[in-house]
């Protein structure tokens, strides 16, 4: 089985910045991709960025140009750089991986870790 790990998250004044780094181990194969995803208190799970082990990767519009994602092929890791956060960014922060489809749709994850939290004071 795949087992998903993250951590990084913290509390962080607004403006400030945080990296949060996913670990996968068990069974994985070449050709995956690992995503982001979060999610606020009374609010559905929200897909944030996500990347192929190619190189290719996406952003929500909301995160866009304060974000960054990057991978790390033969260690299994993907890391979310967060710069300018926001108050509204505070969540429980996901990472998944799947293996067939658009990179957005949280339906082609298979596998999710438990989440780490990420707090952005006023």
């Known amino acids: 089985q795949v087992q998903l790990v993250e951590s990084g998250g913290g509390l962080v004044q607004a403006g400030g910045s945080l990296r949060l780094s996913c670990a996968a181990s068990g069974r994985t194969f070449t050709g995956l991709f690992m995503g982001w995803f979060r999610q606020a208190p009374g609010k559905q799970r929200e897909f944030v960025s996500a990347?192929?082990?190619?190189?290719?990767?996406t952003y929500a519009d909301s995160v866009k140009g304060r974000f960054t994602i990057s991978g790390d092929n033969a260690k299994n890791r993907v890391y979310l750089q967060m710069n300018s956060l926001k108050p509204e960014d505070t969540a429980v922060y996901y990472c998944?991986?799947?293996?067939?489809?658009?990179?957005?749709?949280?339906?082609?994850?298979?596998?999710w870790g438990q989440g780490t939290q990420v707090t952005v004071s006023s």
């Open positions: 990347i192929r082990w190619t190189g290719t990767s």
């Open positions: 998944a991986q799947g293996a067939n489809g658009v990179l957005w749709n949280p339906s082609n994850y298979d596998y």
